[in-house]
């Protein structure tokens, strides 16, 4: 079975500029959460995302959105980037919400410049 | 909100046992994970347990609950250069946002 796959692995962006990023679970999770890992911060959590709505929301700002469609396949957005959005971003999938174990993909490193 | 605290480092020789150390702070029914995280990778589920157990082996790798202390360890026996990485601890309660520990880095000496 195919793991969790975010796309790209690698992003350069400069500040102002939005970015989108992918992920597709294993196949049969229907729950997708982010995070966002960063030296300083750690693993903080972005949303989680069940049945294509938001169950749980994280502390950040408004200008990081996501969305999940009817095949479980999640993006996240962030518009108008700041130098401290440089972090790798993680997308975990899960066959439902609560404590089913989170199955981490490798990440999207976004670097803001 | 729940806290998850661990140790930031951890150095072992090759061939002995690691025991990474990690506590918590929830005492409703919750389970517990340990992950794996090797450079330029994301994180790799190692095992976990439901707070009614106390205790979980799985090959090479030992999970210890102490609920009375909320107190988690993972053993590593026979420890390998392949297993340095940094190690999470994480808690989740139902359906609410699991908390993960600030991670443990192992290092391993040959």
């Known amino acids: 079975k195919a793991g969790v796959t975010q796309t790209p692995r690698y992003l350069i962006k400069t500040r102002g500029q939005q970015v989108t990023l992918s992920c597709s679970p294993i196949s049969g999770h229907r729950s997708v959460s982010w995070y966002q890992q960063t030296p300083g911060q750690g693993l903080q959590f972005l949303f989680e995302y069940f049945s294509e709505t938001q169950r749980n929301k994280g502390n950040f700002p408004g200008r990081f959105s996501g969305r999940q469609f009817s095949n479980s396949r999640s993006e996240m957005n962030v518009s108008t980037l700041e130098l401290g959005d440089s972090a790798l971003y993680l997308c975990?999938?899960?066959?439902?919400?609560?404590?089913?174990?989170?199955?981490f993909g490798n990440g999207t490193r976004l670097t803001v410049t | 909100g729940e806290d998850v605290e661990q140790s930031l480092f951890l150095s072992v020789r090759e061939g002995d046992s690691s025991v990474i150390n990690c506590t918590y702070t929830d005492s409703s029914s919750t389970y517990l994970y340990w992950y794996k995280q090797e450079p330029g990778a994301g994180l790799q589920l190692l095992t976990y347990i439901f707070s009614n157990m106390d205790m979980k082996q799985d090959q090479r790798l030992t999970v210890l609950l102490n609920k009375k202390d909320k107190h988690l360890s993972l053993r590593i026996a026979d420890t390998q250069t392949g297993d340095s990485a940094i190690y999470f601890c994480?808690?989740?309660?139902?359906?609410?946002?699991?908390?993960f520990g600030r991670g443990t880095s192992l290092i391993v000496h040959p």
């Open positions: 975990a999938s899960s066959l439902a919400q609560g404590s089913s174990p989170l199955h």
């Open positions: 994480a808690e989740r309660e139902g359906s609410y946002i699991p908390t």
